[in-house]
């Protein structure tokens, strides 16, 4: 099975590499796969006041397809809303990267890591909002 | 650089003087070894036995005794499944290894299916067996041990001599399969007490397609039943017209291989300690799977933590090796072999094995050393978990949220 060009580009330049401070009330963080699977993408996304994904990151260990899916997908949310960002199918990360029926599954765990970290943000303002409330009310 | 071919073990190229003796044999000398009552047969007949003797000299065996296979796949089923039915009146137990190749494994388990007994032994963590192990597995009613001779994936060479001395002091026929060790160590099927033996051409620089079968023929005499029927060819034990110009190549490639196992298994694990030095000079969390003291020459597998396999084999894919990650096997699951060891998924999914050769040069192992280094730091740089373990985070304590 040879690679497909776009896989290899994903790998040589990957995309957005890196990492952000989990800790930030902004920050949302999806960890998802288990080295036992040979799988495990950490994706992290930034957003503004206007829930707005101003910035995405993200680190995989697994195979080439793995790594592209991931990177890929960092790719697609920046500039999108939470919402337009929870529509990623990875059927369009299976198209665009051309991914052979075996590797599919690498997709599926993109998808999963960008739902997890838009759910992890979603949670953290869920948190603050009760706190900034209450903040107003005292200050 | 030019590609660079570090799978020896998966298979080889075919040795141009081994090319060269087979040649005739697809041209002018084009006959069945089999047709007796002429000049074209009897040509045939002769470069076989010549093979024969060939293979023969490699093992110190008698080249009565050496049957022509398509294979080593082949010879461990015919030798497996023929002496499981022919002594099945003496008894119906095996024992056999968890980290053999299929072609033992498979077999092995269809005689369960019909009936047969089958210890699979586990292996210590660098891949050996011990003798007490043997030992103890042993029954009155056992016939055959199958241990291979060395295993394809981490290059670990099992005790054959006590194992051969134990079967022949409980009367037990020891079949090794010996694809990966002969012609790059020394086996002495007499010294070593081996009964049955399996090999093939293409891991020796000879063509695909064909192989050889040991069967012992004095102390004691080992029957089989033949799995393939039609003409009694190779003495009822392989019936089927010889592949003469695979065979020709077949002993050639062993002729070659006994002649420069001395200098040629010295030159090679000179190479690849010196893959190792310079990996391990240059990397940290690294670690070597299998025996370093009872290790093919040419055989070197590394974990490499916290970047995975496939992966890996991508960032210097102009180098071939393979991997025991669960990304590169179509079933996805990793490698049973370093699971037998014990290795953790993360580490069988983290594994690389280079198996060097014939034609296999300094140049290309330093340049093999440079890429491997620089691919594993871009993907360590990529990785959450080398990321996390640099935090000091204990990765064996996370709960991973598996789907």
Known sequence: MAYSDKVVDHYQNPRNVGSMDAGLKNVGTGIVGAPECGDVMKLQIKVDENDRIVDAKFKTFGCGSAIASSSLATEWVKGRTLDEAMQLKNTEIVTELALPPVKIHCSVLAEDAVRAAIADVKKKKAQTQPAAAAAGAKG | ?403
């Open chain 2, 1 to 403: 650089m030019k590609s660079v071919y570090l799978d020896n073990n998966a298979t080889t190229p075919v040795d141009p003087r081994v090319l060269d003796a087979m040649l005739p044999y697809f041209r002018e000398n084009f006959g069945n070894a089999a047709s007796r009552n002429h000049r074209f047969g009897w040509v045939a007949e002769e470069a076989v036995d010549k093979a024969r003797e060939q293979v023969a000299k490699v093992i110190n065996a008698s080249s009565k005794e050496i049957i022509w296979t398509s294979g080593s796949t082949e010879g461990n089923n015919t030798a497996i499944l023929g002496v499981a039915r022919m002594y099945a009146d003496k008894g119906k137990h095996i024992i056999t290894c968890r980290i053999e190749h299929k072609a033992v494994i498979d077999p092995c388990k269809f005689l369960e299916s019909q009936g047969y007994e089958v210890t699979w032994l586990d292996p210590d963590p660098t891949g050996r067996v011990s003798i007490d192990q043997v030992k103890q597995s042993m029954r009155d009613d056992t016939i055959l041990v199958s241990l291979m001779f060395a295993n394809n994936e981490v290059g670990t060479i099992h005790p054959i001599p006590e194992i051969g001395a134990l079967c022949k002091a409980r009367d037990v026929i020891f079949h090794t399969d010996a694809t990966q060790a002969f012609g790059k160590v020394p086996i002495d099927v007499e010294a070593m007490g081996i009964d049955l033996l399996s090999m093939s051409a293409h891991k020796i620089y000879g063509p695909k397609g064909v192989g050889a079968l040991y069967v012992r023929r004095k102390k004691p005499r080992v029957r089989l039943q033949p799995i393939i029927h039609g003409g009694g060819h190779e003495r009822g034990m392989r019936s089927g017209t010889l592949n003469v110009p695979g065979i020709v190549g077949c002993g050639a490639a062993a002729e070659v291989a006994l002649d420069d196992m001395p200098t040629e298994s010295v030159r090679i694990a000179g190479l690849r300690d010196r893959l190792w030095a310079g990996l391990s000079e240059h990397l940290t969390e690294i670690s070597r799977n299998g025996n370093p003291q009872h290790c093919l020459p040419n055989t070197l597998n590394v974990s490499f933590l916290y970047v995975e396999g496939e992966s890996l084999m991508m960032g210097f894919s102009d180098i071939a090796v393979s991997s025991g990650s669960a990304c590169t096997s179509a079933s996805l699951e990793p490698s049973y072999v370093l699971k037998g060891l014990g290795l953790g998924d993360d580490l069988a999914h983290s594994s690389i094995r280079f198996s060097l050769g014939r034609f296999t040069t300094k140049e290309e192992v330093d340049y093999t050393i440079k890429e491997v280094v620089k691919a594993v730091n871009h993907l360590r740089n990529m990785s959450p978990l080398y990321e996390m373990a640099q935090e000091g985070i204990d990765l064996s304590k996370v709960v991973w949220a598996h789907h």
